[in-house]
């Protein structure tokens, strides 16, 4: 039977369900993303002609677009139904201008969630391409490309080739520099912690110093400063006569958060789960398209994942408010739905993120979809559900003990009702309670303890602790987050050790260079403002024009600075060392690069001599095995490697071994450190493809002691082996 309508759809996972919805009328086909977009090796934009753009089909994308053309000829009405935010409206709009005929007719599916209800209201309801929101999106392409394009180039000629500057990521990097730099200005205070315990009623109970003479002692910032202090105030603590003065019992209540948006579901599954933000969105874009769900088919199982808003349709609340009455009880609900608003500069463009059906529990999809979907799956229904619920009541006492003008206190906490805890007891936070009954009356000091502490630095920030501060301060959007990360990471400005974002000397280099040099294109502020005036062009608001003249100002005035005094930051940058190049005699500098600190010869580009500020001699016998030469340790861009002395005479490289035989029996391989395309570190046989061993973690040369395997693993600060899985030790 032909089919009579058209749907073309961002994602290919998303046809299984939408053809299981709309039945054999309809021809599904992906376009598997963006199709067309600014051409790579020119800038791509009229700035004198109003900022025109030139696109081009993606060379990957044209055997696509061919099968997209024949698959939309025999149509005269198509359905665009790309994901709902600016990027897939601009889709639909590249879509619409590559397959377009006089006669077709173009209509807009916007669903929030791949459900059989989403799909089949949004085809009844279908609209026009919204141009306001294609707008938005490529004033954000321009000003990205005109950033990129201008200062990365710069960048290069001052650093070294491979570097790139960009809007939001090079604000990012500074803000992870800036959190470097407190850290390294950072001054450790003194300050003592001062603890007692006491008898009263019976009762054991142990209290901090509170006050001294009236002075708050509590805290870093009021407690005793020095040993001298505590010397001096530990003798009257003994010597005082002690009586509780008061005992304070009050009720508080304790109320739900929002449901998630893009940011804080990256922030709970880094917390939760151990997830990264790119893993976690790569999951949740998993859910949002569809899965397998037995009985039910291929269906998507939460609304759509990239949102800073926390509004949840009427519908939704309605809903979930009757499902929690049917199981936990009328006690369980508050008098009203509840409402939450959105933070500033949220575009409130998607609701929050939730459970496409609330009824679909995380117990009735195990067995069906995969460990971490569910894991991440649990985490969002259990924090939408409990928004709607009840508040929980908590009970807490407060006991102050006096003596000598000194004051210690002491409290506990007790549950009354746990409320919308009992639905997520993620969010709950309850203090111990108290061992005991006590009243006013006498007391007995029975032990004393002062704990010399420190201040503590800021701590550096995670992926998702990036994120949350950006979000905090108007940075990018949920839908760049992930994307501004891996960027640091693959350029090489960042590293992430231990869950924890660190500046590389090359990330430091840049973003001091390009902040001193592009003050107003790199300020948290001026990204904050884009933002709002995109949002603004997506309106209505303001015009596409308008807004790229306002945004391209500065950028012009600060090139221009930069390129007349190219020469002298190029000066500035690179140190003499006293050396004479071997090649031409010309002095060699040092200088920075993507792969560290480097020698190079000051006559470059017409001499290209150059080698790594110090020479690492790999451990071990290892001989190049073309000429003898010793084989050094370098960095180049996926990770380390070996190469020999004699280069660039001897072009011999390999991957830097571990010393650790390969566990495949009969192999008698090596397994040698590796560098995915993503940039992560793993290793593998040297044998490799004849054998396909890997391992994520570093092997180490030691017999599991329950299964026997010949290889284990370094694993979260101790050793694990890699089959079993069983932990043999912990540092």
Known sequence: MAKSKLVVIESPAKAKSLRSYLGGDYEIVASMGHVRDLPRQRLGIREKEGFQLTYTILPEKRRVVEQLRKAASGFKTIYLAADPDREGEAICWHLSELLGREDTVFRRLRFNAVTREAVLSALAHPSSIDRNLVDAQQARRAMDRLVGYKVSPWLCRVLGRGLSAGRVQTVALRL??????????????????????????????????????????????????????????????????????????????????????????????????????????????DLYEGMDVEGHGHTGLITYMRTDSVRVEPEAVEKCREYIEERWGGSMLPPSPRRYRSSGGSQDAHEAIRPADVRRTPESLAGSIPDQHLKLYSLIWRRFTASQAADSRLERTKILFEGGGIEFSASGERILFEGFTAIDPSQASVGKPLPGAVREGPAVLADLKAEQKHTRPPSRFSEAGLVAEMKKLGIGRPSTYVRIIDTLKERGYVNLEHRRLFPTELGTESVRLLVRLFPHIFDTGFTAEMEELLDSVASGRTGYVEALERLSLPLETSMRQAVAGLDRVRAELAKDTGEKCPRCGAPLKLRVGRFGRFVSCSAWPDCKYSRPEEEKVFDGDRRCPECGGRLMLRDGRFGSYLACEKAPECGHTEPVPTGVPCPVEGCGGELVQKRSRKGRVFYSCNRYPACDFAMWNRPLAMACERCGFPVTEEYRGGVRCPRCRKTISKS
């Open 176 to 285: 992870i520099q800036e959190r470097e730099d407190e850290i390294s200005a950072f001054v450790p205070v003194e300050f003592w912690d001062v603890t007692a315990q006491f008898t009263a009623c019976g009762v054991a109970i142990e209290a901090g110093l509170l006050r001294v003479d009236g002075r708050r002692a509590d805290g870093e910032k009021n407690a005793p400063r020095s040993s001298a202090e505590v010397e001096a105030l530990l003798p009257r603590i003994r010597s005082a006569d002690w009586a509780v003065a008061r005992v304070e019992v009050t009720e508080a209540v304790g109320r739900p958060g929002p449901p998630f948006i893009t940011s804080t579901l990256q922030q709970a599954a880094s917390t939760h789960l151990s997830l990264s933000p790119s893993r976690t969105m790569r999951l949740a874009q």
